[in-house]
T-cell receptor, first 113, second 116 residues
Framework: DQQVKQNSPSLSVQEGRISILNCDYT??????FLWYKKYPAEGPTFLIS?????DKNEDGRFTVFLNKSAKHLSLHIVPSQPGDSAVYFC????????????FGKGTKLSVIP | DSGVTQTPKHLITATGQRVTLRCSPR?????VYWYQQSLDQGLQFLIQ???????AKGNILERFSAQQFPDLHSELNLSSLELGDSALYFC???????????????FGSGTRLTVV
């Protein structure tokens, strides 16, 4: 039973446009939500996170939105750049002190120049 | 370079064999985590060690075991290998009080295991 779901395996976006990556979750105990980015032959790297008490967190070109009632979050990248092409994983934890992250299957983003 | 070192990068072995994957955490990090990424799957948590002791266990098969040594490096042992064990195995590390649940942890580049 997948507790974190990324239903779009892939997404293609033109350079300069907005990329929106979506994630749904089922576990109401999740308290933090994280996004990781992964390039080929590298490990995942932390990108941005959001606490369940917030509905938005922004870091430069990256913004994560959380809709707790819908158990849905999204990552917006504006403007998208070719270097953003990677696999993006959504992850969740049951608290800052919880060390186990539950990951989705990932969405492969391709930014077309 | 994330600071988390995993060796070997690639491993090909036959069914029924046993292999050992090695991980050196970032300097100063006390926690080590192991994750498995099978084809078309997300990263599945296997096990966490903190300063030499097992802290949390996920969906780790009985054929798999891990340990963390006094120098804080960790090894993941996979035995009686099956074709379905072919996957990317990632190690990650975090510092004490790092609030890893909020800010994540640092991953190595993984070991790709192929069982033939």
């Amino acid at each position: 039973d997948q507790q974190v779901k990324q239903n779009s395996p892939s997404l293609s976006v033109q350079e300069g446009r907005i990329s929106i990556l979506n994630c749904d979750y089922t576990n109401s105990m999740f308290d933090y939500f994280l996004w990781y980015k992964k390039y080929p032959a590298e490990g995942p790297t932390f990108l941005i996170s959001i606490s369940s008490i917030k509905d938005k967190n922004e870091d430069g070109r990256f913004t994560v939105f959380l809709n707790k009632s819908a158990k849905h979050l999204s990552l917006h990248i504006v403007p998208s750049q070719p270097g953003d092409s990677a696999v993006y994983f959504c992850a969740a934890s049951e608290g800052a002190g919880s060390y186990q992250l539950t990951f989705g299957k990932g969405t492969k983003l391709s930014v077309i120049p | 370079d994330s600071g988390v070192t995993q060796t070997p990068k690639h491993l090909i072995t036959a069914t029924g064999q046993r292999v050992t994957l090695r991980c050196s955490p970032r300097s100063g990090d006390l926690s080590v985590y192991w994750y498995q990424q099978s084809l078309d799957q997300g990263l599945q948590f296997l096990i966490q060690y903190y300063n030499g002791e097992e802290r949390a266990k996920g969906n780790i098969l009985e054929r798999f075991s891990a340990q963390q040594f006094p120098d804080l490096h960790s090894e993941l042992n996979l035995s009686s290998l099956e074709l379905g064990d072919s996957a990317l195995y990632f190690c990650a590390s975090s510092a004490e009080f790092s609030r890893a649940g909020a800010y994540g942890y640092t991953f190595g580049s993984g070991t790709r295991l192929t069982v033939v």
